[in-house]
Structures are given as C-alpha cells and as structure tokens.
C-alpha cells in the first residue's frame, strides 16, 4: 500500500545529542513537510521541499535540519541547538504544494522525541 | 498573515449529540480550506475540504460550508459516535503554498 512511513515512532536521546528522524513516502509526491505538534499549539512548520535537493525553512527551522537527496525521502535531524526538542513530529507529502488545488497532505504516523 | 482559530477544547459530547466546531480564519486572495482529524496515536488525515466560496464539503456525516461572508468554516455532525472521538484541525491552504493550520479542538464523545 502507498503511504508515508516514519521511524522510529518513539526515541529517546540525551541532552546534547543530535538524532535523526527518518521519513520514506511512496507515493510519488513531488513536496514533503515536516511539523511539530505541541499540545495547545496545532501544528508549526519546519522545513519543506517542492523537489529533490531543494527544501525551504518554515516557521520554527531553528535547531533543524533537513536533506532532500531523493524524491522518496526527507530525513529530520533535530540538533543539539534545538532548545525545547520534545515533541510530536509528524512527516506529510502532497503532490504539488499545499496551495494548490490539490491541497491534500498526506501524513505519517507521527515520531515521539523526548529529551531526558 | 494568514490565520486560522479554532474554538478552544476538549468538547465533550453524549453520542448522538449535535457537534459544532467553529473555526474562522484571515487570509489574502481566496484559499481553499480543509479539516484535518487525529486519532490518538496517529498521524492527520483528511476529513473534508472546500475550495471556494459557499462550497460544503462533507464526509463520514460531518460537513462544513466556506462562508466568505463571515470568513468561517464550522464543522457539523448531527449525531457523533464514540468513535468520532479525536483532534479536528481546521487549516486553509496560503498563497504561498502551505497549509496554515488551527491549534486543534479535541472531541471527546461519550457513550
């Protein structure tokens, strides 16, 4: 079945850690995102990509990084310079950018990070 | 900038009850607008969407009109099961090409 896949669904890493959050989608979308959830707050933007070896910053890219090497993957690493790293992460796609008419994302299960 | 505001939760319903969920939003030109569901424990799926004006968009018995007028997007379902019991988003789709989302209002149906 297409879908999007995150792993792993929850990690744990010591303050001062860098991890990585791993996304795959087979789906043959040309965009990928990247959110943070926070209780209360909805869902915030990190970084997005609308082709391979491309990707912009979204609202709260600070302490985040990201590749776009291949169309099928969009990798999150959260750095050690990320100030409050535990959260809901959550990869989608769509097939062009959300404002187009299309407009549907298409979202992972969701990565829990927690900093201990 | 654009915006969306959901009415704050938890909303606790009996089954059967009447749902409302009020969402307004501020955008520039004309977005389409979505509401996204959560299940506990996963990720966001589509519900329903509209993409202009006095557009409905409706599934699984919710539905929710674009009123341009009043700038909203409320979602209804006339008799909610227990297993409607979730987090609803509105968001609408900028014109910068990203979907702008609400804080989410959780549902909590009981039976």
């Known amino acids: 079945d297409g879908g999007i896949t995150q792993s792993p669904k929850y990690l744990f890493r010591k303050e001062g850690q860098n991890v990585t959050l791993s996304c795959e989608q087979n789906l043959n979308h040309d965009a990928m995102y990247w959110y943070r959830q926070d209780p209360g707050q909805g869902l915030r933007l990190i970084y997005y990509?609308?082709?391979?070896?491309?990707?912009q910053k979204g609202d709260i890219a600070e302490g985040y990084s990201v590749s776009r090497e291949k169309k099928e993957s969009f990798p999150l690493t959260v750095t050690s310079a990320q100030k409050n790293p535990t959260a809901f992460y959550l990869c989608?796609?769509?097939?062009?950018?959300?404002?187009?008419?299309?407009?549907?994302?298409?979202f992972g299960e969701g990565s829990r990070l927690t900093v201990l | 900038g654009d915006s969306v505001t959901q009415m704050e939760g938890p909303v606790t319903l009996s089954e059967e009850a009447f749902l409302t969920i009020n969402c307004t939003y501020t955008a520039t030109g004309y977005p389409s607008l979505f509401w996204y569901v959560q299940y506990p424990g996963e990720g966001l799926q589509l519900l329903l969407k509209?993409?202009?004006?006095?557009d409905k968009g409706s599934n699984k018995g919710f539905e929710a009109t674009y009123r341009k007028e009043t700038t909203s997007f409320h979602l209804e379902k006339g008799s909610v099961q227990v297993s409607d019991s979730a987090v609803y988003f509105c968001?609408?789709?900028?014109?910068?090409?990203?979907?702008?989302f609400g804080q989410g209002t959780t549902l909590q149906v009981k039976p």
């Open positions: 989608a796609s769509s097939i062009g950018l959300a404002g187009g008419p299309a407009g549907e994302l298409f």
């Open positions: 509209a993409t202009k004006a006095d």
């Open positions: 990509s609308q082709i391979v070896n491309d990707f």
């Open positions: 968001a609408l789709s900028s014109n910068t090409g990203k979907l702008i």
